[in-house]
C-alpha cells in the first residue's frame, strides 16, 4: 500500500447537471444496452460516451432487492417535522438496522446512524443537480427526544422520491473550537455534512478523473463540499418494489486453498489501455470482457485492489518535472471513504447516468461471470484507516461522526499513526467492530464475493482507545479519567488505554476483531488473507491469529527468500530457498520462533506453528515494489515519475539488473533477464502454499524501474495489450503452461507438508545436497501422491556456471524433459500447443535423452530445470517414433520434398510473421538455435 497522504487540488472543470439529467433519463431503467452504442471513450482524462454501433454486451439492470425493515419495527408514529414535495410527513423510525433501508409495509426509507456524543442530527437530502452545485435540497432536523434510541439516531420517510440523495449534518463539540476538557478527542463540525458509514452507494462525480464545479467557492459556508477534487458526496438512497439481481443459481465456489492460483490485479488498470478494444474501458464491465483471458491464462482466483470507494483525485496536483502534464492519482485506492459502497467511478453504468442499484447489479455481475469461468473474487480490504487522515485532512465521514469511537487517539487528542496514512482505525472498539464485520458479511451475502486480503491487517489486532462519554470522579476499582484530558481512559502513568487497563495499540493476543471475524457463522467459508504486518513495525508472519488455521498470510520472507537465492546471494539462501519451496515449514509448522521475533515469542507464541503449507501466500512481486520485468532489469528504483526526487518508494529491492541498468540492446543480457524471469515463475509455480501472480507479470509488464505508481494512472500501471498479444519472447506462453502444469500435478498442491518420504534433495551428485552459504544449486525430487507413480525432478542453478547433475535412479522409469529455463522459447516448456507442434516437442524431449538416459542433465547457469519421471517404456515408444519419423522424412525427400511443411519450416514462417515486431530479431534466433537442437 502507499503510504503518502495530503490533499492536494487542481484544475476546475464544471459538471453540467443538465447533461447529466438527460443521461439518466436516456439509460431509463436498465443503463440503456450497449448494443445501442455506449462505447466510453477518453477525452480530458473523463470517462466520456459516444453513440456507435457495436456488439452487445450484457449489462447490469437497475432492479435491486433492498434490505427491508419489517413495519412492526418502525415506529410509524409521525413525528414534528413536515412533509414536502419529495417525501411525506416523517416518521419516528426505527434503530434496529443501520443505514438506509426501505420498509415495504409502510411505504417508507428508514435512517439509522450511531453516534453517542453527537448534540444534534440533521439529515441531509439532495437532488444531483443541487448535490453538484454544493448545497442541500432539505435538511430534517432528527429530534433526540422521539428520533434517538440509545446510542442510534432514526427517522423514516413515507412516500419518498427515491431519486434523491443522503448524507447527514451531525454537531456537537469540537476540541479545536471549545476549550472544556469534555471536547477533547472530538472532532463535529455543524459546517460539514458528511457520509453515512453504513451507504451502499456514493455519488460525487461520475466519472474517473473528472473534477468538480470550477466556478464554486468552497471556502464559502453557502457551499458544500472542500474544492473541485472533493465535491460534496451523497449516498444513494434503496428503491422500493423491484426484483432482485439474476444470480442465475451462482452460489459460492469454494475452491480448495490449496488449488488457487491468485491474481492480483486492478480493475481499472486491466482494461483502461486503448489496445484493450473494450467497450467499457476502465470498469467492472471492461473487466467482464477480459475474463476469459484469466481463464485461458489459469488463474482461479482474481484479487481486487480496492474497490470500496475511495477518491482518486485525493493527490491530485501536476506532477513536478512531467513532461507531459501528467497529474498525481491515487491511482492504488488504499485510502476509503466508505466500505459498503463499490467504487462508482469504475462503473460504466454511473458513468452512464444510472443510480446505485445500477452500481450494484453491475459489481454482481462481474462476480457472477467470473464464477461462470471458475475463478473467485477475492477483495483487497482496507480497514487500517480511511481518508480522513491526520488531523489536517478532511471531514469526510467518521471524524464527523465520532472521532473518539472510529479512530486511535491519544489522551489530547492526537492520532495514532500505525497505518502511515495519518490515521487509524480503531478496529476492536466494539461500534467500529460491529461495523467492520456486518461490511464483511454484506459483500459475501449481497456481491457472493469469494474472500478478503485485509491490508496491513496487524492493525486490526491492536487495543483501541477509549474514552468516558463524560468526565466523572474516578470510580473505585475502575480505569481512572483524567480530567484535564476530557474523559480519555489511562493508566497510572497517563497512558490512553482500552479502558481495560490494556495500553492503547498493544498488539492482543486474543483481538476481539479477528477473533470475531474467524469465528462468524456467514463467513465460515470465506477465505481471509492477512498482510500480517503494519506501519509501526509490528510483524506476525507466522503467528497472525488465526483461530484454527482460518487465516492465510502474505508470505514477505517468502518473496526475500526467493529473490535472494535466485539472483546468487552469498549466505543461508540455499536452505532458506528449499524450505520456501516446501510451504515454508519453519515459518508455518514450527512452534519455536526465532530469537528475533518479539511478537512470536510474547504474545503471538499461542498462534506460532502447527499450519499447513496454505497459511503461506507466495509471492515474487505485487503491486507496490518492482514488477517481475524491472525485479531483472533495475538495481535501484527510478521513480522521479513520481514528482518527490526519488526519495520515494523502498530502497531495498534485492533485485539484480543481469549486467546492466535498464533497457539495453545488449543480447546477452536480455536473454539472461527473461532466463531470470522464468526463474522466478518456476520458483513460485513449483512451490508448495498459494501462488500471486502480480498483473501484468505474466507477459513481462515494465514500470520503467518505477516500485511505487501509486499516483499513476497511465501506461505504467495499464496493461498493453499489444504486448500480451505480440509475446515475441515467449513469456506469456512459458506462464501460461507453467499454470497449466501446476494444476495438472497434486504434487505441487499439498494440503502437508513434505516428509523424507516425499522428497529428498540433490546436489551435483544425487542425494547429496549442499546447504553451505556458498551454495547456488537446489535440487530435489519430489514423488507423486500414488506408488510407484514416478515424480518430478527440480533443480535452480543461480550461479553464473553451468552444472552437471546426476539424476536419481527409480527401477523402471526414466526421465523426461518438461522445463528448461536455458533454451529459447517455445523449447523452455515443452507442452505441445498453438507454438509447439506435439513432434516438436517430442524431438526436444528425444534429443534430451542423449544427457538422461546416462543417468545426468546439464543446467545451464542461472536456469531452472523440471523433469518428469515416466516409464522406461514411454520413452522407448518415443524414441522408435522418432526413428520412423526420421525414416518418412527421408523417404518423402527422395519422392521430392515433404507433402506438408517440417516443423523447421513451420517455425521459420512463424518467426517471419514476427520480422517486423520489436522482438523480431530474437525469434529468428530461437528458430535457429531450435533448429539446431532437433538435427
Same mark, same amino acid.
Given at each position: 500500500?502507499?503510504?503518502?497522504?495530503?490533499?492536494?487540488?487542481?484544475?476546475?472543470?464544471? !459538471?453540467?447537471? /443538465?447533461?447529466?439529467?438527460?443521461?439518466?433519463?436516456?439509460?431509463?431503467?436498465?443503463?440503456?444496452?450497449?448494443?445501442?452504442?455506449?462505447?466510453?471513450?477518453?477525452?480530458?482524462?473523463? $470517462?466520456?460516451?459516444?453513440?456507435?454501433?457495436?456488439?452487445?454486451?450484457?449489462?447490469?439492470?437497475? +432492479?435491486?432487492?433492498?434490505?427491508?425493515?419489517?413495519?412492526?419495527?418502525?415506529?410509524?408514529?409521525? +413525528?414534528?417535522?413536515?412533509?414536502?414535495?419529495?417525501?411525506? /410527513?416523517?416518521?419516528?423510525?426505527?434503530?434496529?438496522?443501520?443505514?438506509?433501508?426501505?420498509?415495504?409495509?409502510?411505504?417508507?426509507?428508514?435512517?439509522?446512524?450511531?453516534?453517542?456524543?453527537?448534540?444534534?442530527?440533521?439529515?441531509?437530502?439532495?437532488?444531483?443537480?443541487?448535490?453538484?452545485?454544493?448545497?442541500?435540497?432539505?435538511?430534517?432536523? $432528527?429530534?433526540?427526544?422521539?428520533?434517538?434510541?440509545?446510542?442510534?439516531?432514526?427517522?423514516?420517510?413515507?412516500?419518498?422520491?427515491?431519486?434523491?440523495?443522503?448524507?447527514?449534518?451531525?454537531?456537537?463539540?469540537?476540541?479545536?473550537?471549545?476549550?472544556?476538557?469534555?471536547?477533547?478527542?472530538?472532532?463535529?463540525?455543524?459546517?460539514?455534512?458528511?457520509?453515512?458509514?453504513?451507504?451502499?452507494?456514493?455519488?460525487?462525480?461520475?466519472?474517473?478523473?473528472?473534477?468538480?464545479?470550477?466556478?464554486?467557492?468552497?471556502?464559502?459556508?453557502?457551499?458544500?463540499?472542500?474544492?473541485?477534487?472533493? @465535491?460534496?458526496?451523497?449516498?444513494? *438512497?434503496?428503491?422500493?418494489?423491484? %426484483?432482485?439481481?439474476?444470480?442465475?443459481?451462482?452460489?459460492?465456489?469454494?475452491?480448495?486453498?490449496?488449488?488457487?492460483?491468485?491474481?492480483?490485479?486492478?480493475?481499472?488498470?486491466?482494461?483502461?489501455?486503448?489496445?484493450?478494444? +473494450?467497450?467499457?474501458?476502465?470498469?467492472?464491465?471492461?473487466?467482464?470482457?477480459?475474463?476469459?483471458?484469466?481463464?485461458?491464462?489459469?488463474?482461479?482466483?482474481?484479487?481486487?485492489?480496492? !474497490?470500496?470507494?475511495? =477518491?482518486?483525485?485525493?493527490?491530485?496536483?501536476?506532477?513536478?518535472?512531467?513532461?507531459?502534464?501528467?497529474?498525481?492519482?491515487?491511482?492504488?485506492?488504499?485510502?476509503?471513504?466508505?466500505?459498503?459502497?463499490?467504487?462508482?467511478?469504475?462503473?460504466?453504468?454511473?458513468?452512464?447516468?444510472?443510480?446505485?442499484?445500477?452500481?450494484?447489479?453491475?459489481?454482481?455481475?462481474?462476480?457472477?461471470?467470473?464464477?461462470?469461468?471458475?475463478?473467485?473474487?477475492?477483495?483487497?480490504?482496507?480497514?487500517?484507516?480511511?481518508?480522513?487522515?491526520?488531523?489536517?485532512?478532511?471531514?469526510?465521514?467518521?471524524?464527523? *461522526?465520532?472521532?473518539?469511537?472510529?479512530?486511535?487517539?491519544?489522551?489530547?487528542?492526537?492520532?495514532?499513526?500505525?497505518?502511515?496514512?495519518?490515521?487509524?482505525?480503531?478496529? =476492536?472498539?466494539?461500534?467500529?467492530?460491529?461495523?467492520?464485520?456486518?461490511?464483511?458479511?454484506?459483500?459475501?451475502?449481497?456481491?457472493?464475493?469469494?474472500?478478503?486480503?485485509?491490508?496491513?491487517?496487524?492493525?486490526?489486532?491492536?487495543?483501541?482507545?477509549?474514552?468516558?462519554?463524560?468526565?466523572?470522579? @474516578?470510580?473505585?476499582?475502575?480505569?481512572?479519567?483524567?480530567?484535564?484530558?476530557?474523559?480519555?481512559?489511562?493508566?497510572?502513568?497517563?497512558?490512553?488505554?482500552?479502558?481495560?487497563?490494556?495500553?492503547?495499540?498493544?498488539?492482543?493476543?486474543?483481538?476481539? $476483531? +479477528?477473533?470475531?471475524?474467524?469465528?462468524?457463522?456467514?463467513?465460515?467459508?470465506?477465505?481471509?488473507?492477512?498482510?500480517?504486518?503494519?506501519?509501526?513495525?509490528?510483524?506476525?508472519?507466522?503467528?497472525?491469529?488465526?483461530?484454527?488455521? #482460518?487465516?492465510?498470510?502474505?508470505?514477505?520472507?517468502?518473496?526475500?527468500?526467493?529473490?535472494?537465492?535466485?539472483?546468487?546471494?552469498?549466505? @543461508?539462501?540455499?536452505?532458506?530457498?528449499?524450505?520456501?519451496?516446501?510451504?515454508?515449514?519453519?515459518?508455518?509448522? =514450527?512452534?519455536?520462533?526465532?530469537?528475533?521475533?518479539?511478537?512470536?515469542?510474547?504474545?503471538?507464541?499461542?498462534?506460532?506453528?502447527?499450519?499447513?503449507?496454505?497459511?503461506?501466500?507466495?509471492?515474487?512481486?505485487?503491486?507496490?515494489?518492482?514488477?517481475?520485468?524491472?525485479?531483472?532489469?533495475?538495481?535501484? /528504483?527510478?521513480?522521479?515519475?513520481?514528482?518527490? =526526487?526519488?526519495?520515494?518508494?523502498?530502497?531495498?529491492?534485492?533485485?539484480?539488473?543481469?549486467?546492466?541498468?535498464?533497457?539495453?540492446?545488449?543480447?546477452?543480457?536480455?536473454?539472461?533477464?527473461? #532466463?531470470?524471469?522464468?526463474?522466478?515463475?518456476?520458483? $513460485?509455480?513449483?512451490?508448495?502454499?498459494?501462488?500471486?501472480?502480480?498483473?501484468?507479470?505474466?507477459?513481462?509488464?515494465?514500470?520503467?524501474?518505477?516500485?511505487?505508481?501509486?499516483?499513476?494512472?497511465?501506461?505504467?500501471?495499464?496493461?498493453?495489450?499489444?504486448?500480451?498479444?505480440?509475446?515475441?519472447?515467449?513469456?506469456?506462453?512459458?506462464?501460461?503452461?507453467?499454470?497449466?502444469?501446476?494444476?495438472?500435478?497434486?504434487?505441487?498442491?499439498?494440503?502437508?507438508?513434505?516428509?523424507?518420504?516425499?522428497?529428498?534433495?540433490?546436489?551435483?551428485?544425487?542425494?547429496?545436497?549442499?546447504?553451505?552459504?556458498?551454495?547456488?544449486?537446489?535440487?530435489?525430487?519430489?514423488?507423486?501422491?500414488?506408488?510407484?507413480?514416478?515424480?518430478?525432478?527440480?533443480?535452480?542453478?543461480?550461479?553464473?556456471? @553451468?552444472? !552437471?547433475?546426476?539424476?536419481?535412479?527409480?527401477?523402471?522409469?526414466?526421465?523426461?524433459?518438461?522445463?528448461?529455463?536455458?533454451?529459447?522459447?517455445?523449447?523452455?516448456?515443452?507442452?505441445?500447443?498453438?507454438?509447439?507442434?506435439?513432434?516438436?516437442?517430442?524431438?526436444?524431449?528425444?534429443?534430451?535423452?542423449?544427457?538422461?538416459?546416462?543417468?545426468?542433465?546439464?543446467? *545451464?547457469?542461472?536456469?531452472?530445470?523440471?523433469? %518428469?519421471?515416466?516409464?522406461?517404456?514411454?520413452?522407448?515408444?518415443?524414441?522408435?517414433?522418432?526413428?520412423?519419423?526420421?525414416?518418412?522424412?527421408?523417404?518423402?525427400?527422395?519422392?521430392?520434398?515433404?507433402?506438408?511443411?517440417?516443423?523447421?519450416?513451420?517455425?521459420?514462417?512463424?518467426?517471419?510473421?514476427?520480422?517486423?515486431?520489436?522482438?523480431?530479431?530474437?525469434?529468428?534466433?530461437?528458430?535457429? /538455435?531450435?533448429?539446431?537442437? !532437433?538435427?
Amino acid at each position: 500500500m502507499n503510504t503518502s497522504t495530503g490533499l492536494r487540488c487542481g484544475s476546475n472543470r464544471a !459538471v453540467g447537471s /443538465k447533461q447529466q439529467q438527460a443521461a439518466r433519463n436516456a439509460a431509463g431503467r436498465a443503463i440503456g444496452s450497449v448494443r445501442d452504442a455506449c462505447k466510453p471513450t477518453r477525452h480530458s482524462r473523463a $470517462l466520456t460516451v459516444s453513440c456507435k454501433a457495436t456488439v452487445q454486451l450484457e449489462v447490469p439492470k437497475t +432492479v435491486t432487492a433492498p434490505r427491508q425493515v419489517p413495519a412492526k419495527s418502525v415506529s410509524l408514529e409521525p +413525528v414534528v417535522q413536515e412533509a414536502t414535495a419529495h417525501y411525506g /410527513k416523517p416518521l419516528r423510525g426505527s434503530p434496529t438496522t443501520l443505514g438506509a433501508t426501505y420498509v415495504k409495509d409502510a411505504d417508507a426509507i428508514n435512517f439509522a446512524l450511531t453516534s453517542g456524543s453527537a448534540k444534534g442530527v440533521k439529515l441531509v437530502l439532495f437532488t444531483e443537480d443541487d448535490l453538484a452545485m454544493g448545497k442541500a435540497t432539505y435538511e430534517v432536523q $432528527l429530534d433526540p427526544a422521539t428520533n434517538k434510541t440509545g446510542d442510534v439516531w432514526h427517522i423514516a420517510l413515507p412516500q419518498c422520491d427515491t431519486s434523491l440523495l443522503y448524507a447527514y449534518r451531525v454537531t456537537g463539540e469540537n476540541q479545536d473550537k471549545n476549550n472544556a476538557p469534555s471536547a477533547v478527542g472530538h472532532k463535529f463540525d455543524e459546517t460539514s455534512v458528511i457520509v453515512d458509514p453504513y451507504a451502499k452507494g456514493i455519488l460525487s462525480r461520475r466519472r474517473y478523473g473528472e473534477l468538480g464545479p470550477a466556478h464554486l467557492d468552497y471556502k464559502s459556508d453557502e457551499v458544500l463540499g472542500l474544492a473541485p477534487t472533493w @465535491p460534496q458526496a451523497a449516498a444513494f *438512497l434503496p428503491k422500493p418494489g423491484e %426484483e432482485d439481481f439474476d444470480w442465475e443459481g451462482d452460489t459460492p465456489l469454494e475452491l480448495p486453498m490449496e488449488d488457487l492460483v491468485i491474481y492480483e490485479m486492478h480493475v481499472r488498470g486491466f482494461t483502461a489501455h486503448p489496445s484493450a478494444a +473494450v467497450q467499457a474501458p476502465g470498469t467492472y464491465l471492461g473487466l467482464i470482457e477480459k475474463l476469459d483471458y484469466l481463464k485461458e491464462l489459469g488463474v482461479n482466483a482474481i484479487e481486487l485492489l480496492p !474497490v470500496f470507494e475511495f =477518491n482518486e483525485l485525493e493527490y491530485y496536483s501536476p506532477i513536478p518535472g512531467s513532461t507531459t502534464g501528467e497529474h498525481r492519482f491515487n491511482f492504488w485506492g488504499y485510502s476509503t471513504v466508505n466500505f459498503f459502497s463499490p467504487m462508482a467511478r469504475y462503473s460504466f453504468a454511473i458513468a452512464s447516468g444510472a443510480d446505485g442499484a445500477a452500481l450494484q447489479q453491475e459489481f454482481k455481475l462481474l462476480v457472477r461471470e467470473a464464477h461462470k469461468r471458475g475463478i473467485e473474487v477475492i477483495l483487497d480490504v482496507v480497514f487500517n484507516h480511511t481518508a480522513e487522515g491526520n488531523q489536517l485532512g478532511p471531514t469526510l465521514s467518521f471524524r464527523g *461522526l465520532d472521532n473518539r469511537v472510529y479512530y486511535m487517539l491519544a489522551p489530547l487528542g492526537e492520532y495514532y499513526n500505525y497505518s502511515g496514512c495519518g490515521n487509524t482505525l480503531n478496529c =476492536n472498539h466494539p461500534t467500529v467492530r460491529k461495523l467492520i464485520v456486518d461490511c464483511l458479511r454484506y459483500w459475501v451475502t449481497e456481491f457472493h464475493v469469494d474472500g478478503f486480503r485485509f491490508d496491513l491487517a496487524s492493525i486490526l489486532t491492536r487495543a483501541h482507545s477509549a474514552w468516558h462519554t463524560s468526565t466523572p470522579s @474516578p470510580v473505585a476499582g475502575a480505569p481512572p479519567a483524567a480530567l484535564h484530558s476530557g474523559g480519555a481512559i489511562v493508566d497510572e502513568t497517563g497512558i490512553m488505554t482500552d479502558g481495560a487497563g490494556v495500553p492503547t495499540g498493544t498488539p492482543l493476543s486474543d483481538p476481539p $476483531l +479477528v477473533a470475531a471475524i474467524s469465528e462468524d457463522p456467514v463467513l465460515r467459508e470465506t477465505k481471509m488473507i492477512a498482510e500480517a504486518w503494519d506501519c509501526d513495525g509490528l510483524y506476525q508472519v507466522g503467528a497472525f491469529p488465526h483461530y484454527g488455521g #482460518r487465516w492465510s498470510e502474505w508470505n514477505g520472507t517468502y518473496r526475500d527468500t526467493v529473490r535472494q537465492f535466485l539472483k546468487g546471494t552469498e549466505g @543461508p539462501w540455499a536452505g532458506n530457498f528449499a524450505s520456501a519451496l516446501c510451504g515454508s515449514p519453519n515459518i508455518y509448522a =514450527n512452534t519455536h520462533p526465532a530469537e528475533t521475533d518479539w511478537w512470536a515469542n510474547n504474545a503471538g507464541r499461542r498462534w506460532r506453528g502447527n499450519r499447513a503449507p496454505t497459511a503461506s501466500i507466495n509471492f515474487v512481486s505485487a503491486h507496490d515494489g518492482f514488477s517481475l520485468a524491472d525485479l531483472v532489469t533495475y538495481n535501484d /528504483k527510478h521513480n522521479n515519475a513520481n514528482g518527490e =526526487n526519488n526519495k520515494d518508494g523502498e530502497n531495498h529491492n534485492l533485485s539484480w539488473n543481469c549486467g546492466v541498468e535498464g533497457i539495453t540492446e545488449r543480447l546477452d543480457v536480455n536473454r539472461l533477464r527473461q #532466463r531470470q524471469m522464468r526463474n522466478f515463475q518456476c520458483a $513460485l509455480l513449483l512451490s508448495h502454499g498459494v501462488p500471486m501472480l502480480q498483473m501484468g507479470d505474466e507477459f513481462g509488464h515494465s514500470k520503467a524501474g518505477n516500485n511505487n505508481t501509486y499516483c499513476h494512472d497511465s501506461e505504467l500501471n495499464w496493461v498493453d495489450w499489444r504486448q500480451v498479444a505480440d509475446d515475441s519472447h515467449g513469456f506469456a506462453r512459458f506462464t501460461r503452461q507453467l499454470i497449466q502444469f501446476r494444476h495438472t500435478h497434486p504434487e505441487l498442491r499439498r494440503t502437508s507438508y513434505v516428509s523424507d518420504n516425499d522428497i529428498q534433495w540433490h546436489g551435483e551428485a544425487a542425494f547429496k545436497p549442499d546447504w553451505t552459504d556458498s551454495s547456488r544449486l537446489v535440487a530435489y525430487t519430489l514423488k507423486k501422491h500414488a506408488p510407484d507413480a514416478g515424480g518430478l525432478y527440480v533443480a535452480f542453478n543461480s550461479g553464473h556456471t @553451468p552444472k !552437471v547433475v546426476e539424476l536419481p535412479h527409480w527401477h523402471g522409469r526414466a526421465w523426461k524433459v518438461v522445463i528448461d529455463t536455458g533454451k529459447l522459447a517455445p523449447y523452455d516448456i515443452l507442452i505441445p500447443d498453438a507454438e509447439l507442434a506435439p513432434e516438436e516437442a517430442e524431438q526436444a524431449q528425444l534429443a534430451a535423452t542423449m544427457w538422461t538416459a546416462g543417468g545426468y542433465y546439464s543446467v *545451464l547457469a542461472w536456469s531452472t530445470v523440471v523433469l %518428469e519421471s515416466v516409464p522406461e517404456a514411454e520413452l522407448a515408444a518415443l524414441r522408435s517414433r522418432g526413428r520412423g519419423a526420421s525414416a518418412a522424412g527421408a523417404a518423402l525427400a527422395r519422392a521430392g520434398g515433404p507433402l506438408t511443411p517440417t516443423p523447421q519450416q513451420q517455425r521459420a514462417e512463424r518467426a517471419s510473421k514476427r520480422a517486423a515486431s520489436p522482438g523480431g530479431l530474437m525469434d529468428e534466433i530461437r528458430a535457429s /538455435k531450435a533448429a539446431d537442437m !532437433v538435427q
